[in-house]
Antibody, heavy 115, light 114 residues
């Protein structure tokens, strides 16, 4: 079945880096743009970034622009979000979601930025 | 930037009664191609978000027909005809019309059973 599985979350100190991954299965990954959406503890949803189906175009929210880099490997059906200079306010559960208007979501991976 | 405002933020409802959530945009969500990219999502406690509706009123597969979406321009509504216990959670609307630069979610409406 169509599935997205995130990984890579953890506890990290402010200013450090972390890479999140999203593994897709059950659909033609190379045909879809992909999103990252995050949710801080007890808060709402915030769109973070989008990578086009072939990786040629990438878009970031102002809150992560300059600190995050998207990439994807269509041969492995995976997408990654490299996060650097992490801040306390980056603490959140990070979801990957399929474009096609966010019709498929993963279960999320949690990032905790703490000193 | 487009601002999306949901109301109410908290919605206590008696089982079997209707519920309605409003979503208002600071700009019209009609795209130049004529489509309106306004989606609704449900997030049950402890779960990932799940899309309920796309382009205002199109119900996703598996979504009960007690859910309906309506609206146009800047004002949109998600209605539940008869609330059931499984409907407890937070509901979000989201615009995708004014992208780039970004997609915008509403603050969320927490539905609970009275």
């Amino acid at each position: 079945q169509v599935q997205l599985v995130e990984s890579g979350g953890g506890v990290v100190h402010p200013g450090r880096s972390l890479t999140l991954s999203c593994a897709a299965s059950g659909f033609m990954f190379s045909g879809f743009a992909m999103h990252w959406v995050r949710q801080a503890p007890g808060k709402g949803l915030e769109w973070v970034a989008l990578i086009s189906y072939d990786g040629s175009n990438k878009y970031y929210s102002d809150s992560v622009k300059g600190r995050c880099t998207l990439s994807r490997d269509n041969s492995k059906n995976t997408m990654s979000l490299q996060m650097s200079s992490l801040r306390l306010e980056d603490t959140a559960t990070y979801y990957c979601a399929r474009d096609g208007a966010f019709d498929v979501w993963g279960q999320g991976t949690t990032v905790i930025v703490s000193s | 930037d487009v601002v999306i405002t949901q109301s109410p933020l908290s919605l206590p409802v008696t089982l079997g009664q209707p519920a309605s959530i409003s979503c208002r945009s600071s700009r019209s969500l009609v795209h130049s191609n004529g489509n309106t990219y306004l989606n609704w999502f449900q997030q049950r406690p402890g779960q990932s978000p799940r899309r309920l509706m796309y382009r205002v009123s199109n119900r996703d597969p598996g979504v009960p027909d007690r859910f309906s979406g309506s609206g146009s321009g800047t004002d949109f509504t998600l209605k539940i005809s008869k609330v059931e216990a499984e409907d407890v959670g937070v509901y979000y609307c989201m615009q995708g019309t004014h992208w780039p630069p970004m997609y915008t979610f509403g603050q969320g409406t927490k539905l609970e059973i009275k």
